[in-house]
């Protein structure tokens, strides 16, 4: 079993950054794939990024290329999205997750374990 608290979220003015921390407890964090997704209400949870904790790879939603940056710490169980140059449609929940594949997702089905979400709100 594995529990992911998220945190680092908050209201911040269009254009300026946040860095989202998602803590894992368990054995074995290394061998996951982590990722981030986000939700607004009344729409489906949206994949954002993802990263291989054993092989290093990287996958971006098309909509955060260049803007977010996934990274992990296997010596803290602590995966991270550094989120700049922030948009008020980025807005949403953002949900960290784990997945014990060994390939990088991007479905929400493919993740097996799921954080309480941060909230980021972003400002005109």
């Known amino acids: 079993q594995v529990q992911l608290v998220e945190s680092g979220g908050g209201l911040v003015q269009a254009g300026g950054s946040l860095r989202l921390s998602c803590v894992a407890s368990g054995r074995a964090f290394s061998s996951y794939v982590m990722g981030w997704f986000r939700q607004t209400p009344g729409k489906e949870r949206e994949f954002v990024a993802a990263?291989?904790?054993?092989?290093?790879?990287?996958y971006y939603a098309d909509s955060v290329k260049g803007r977010f940056t996934i990274s992990g710490d296997n010596a803290k169980n602590t995966v991270y999205l550094q989120v700049n140059s922030l948009k008020p449609e980025d807005t949403a929940v953002y949900y960290c997750a784990a997945s014990n594949t060994h390939y990088v997702g991007v479905f929400g089905y493919e993740y097996d374990y799921w954080g309480q979400g941060t909230q980021v709100t972003v400002s005109s």
């Open positions: 990263i291989s904790l054993g092989s290093g790879n990287i």
